[in-house]
């Protein structure tokens, strides 16, 4: 079973609903109307993981020794400045969106995460800062997993670079698991668990209490 551009525009109307507006649906964006609307879902965390230190205070041990007379020991001055070791938190800022692909015939999740100084976070960074272990893999295959079935692609509505999770792995999963009278909304929410099991730590939906709402 696949889901229709029209299915998906009817199921992402009801999902905003029902959650409250934790997701939105995007529908005034004139760059690629054949993609509109699509599902849209940000917010902000904060994280000690990513380290920052304060590049002004910082002396590399040759500079700092250059203040050094010869009768002093490198190893007994404290006169560094303790903020060049400081660790600081830092604002991660998320947003995933999930779009319509004519050519899958299924929503793909496309995602955005980055600092507090617009620097991208790496795959890596990702999985540390949200301490990603999927509870469907064990630790080497959520690795392999995350760095095979998860790649960087331009977003399709507004074209910079983003991670994607590639939609063969989805659709073939939802094929083995929807039944043929499913409704649109419940197609997407298959959807959205299965995402959800995957990325485990990122918590896309409260499944549980979207199933009691809807």
């Not at 500079?63 to 490198?74: A, I, N, T, V, Y």
Request: hydrophobic fraction near 40%.
């Amino acid at each position: 079973m696949s889901m229709n551009r029209f299915d998906f525009a009817a199921a992402a109307e009801k999902l905003a609903m029902i959650t409250n507006g934790l997701w939105t649906v995007v529908v005034d964006d004139f760059k690629m109307p054949s993609l509109l609307p699509f599902l849209q879902r940000s917010f902000t965390i904060h994280s000690d993981k990513i380290i920052h230190s304060k590049p002004s205070s910082i002396l590399t041990t040759v500079d700092f020794e250059s203040h050094l007379d010869d009768h002093q020991d490198p190893a007994c001055c404290h006169s560094i400045d303790a903020s060049s070791t400081a660790v600081n938190q830092s604002t991660i800022e998320c947003k995933f969106d999930i779009v319509y692909s004519l050519p899958w015939g299924c929503p793909v999740l496309y995602f955005s995460i980055v600092d507090d100084t617009g620097m991208p976070l790496s795959l890596s960074e990702i999985m540390l800062v949200f301490n990603i272990q999927s509870p469907i893999l064990d630790n080497n295959d959520s690795h392999r997993f995350w760095n095979t079935a998860i790649s960087m692609q331009d977003h399709p509505v507004y074209s910079y670079p983003c991670w994607t999770i590639h939609p063969c792995n989805i659709h073939k999963a939802i094929s083995e698991q929807i039944h043929s009278d499913a409704t649109p909304l419940q197609y997407l929410l298959l959807w959205i668990s299965i995402n959800n099991r995957l990325l485990n730590s990122i918590n896309l939906i409260d499944i549980e209490t979207v199933v009691q709402e809807k």
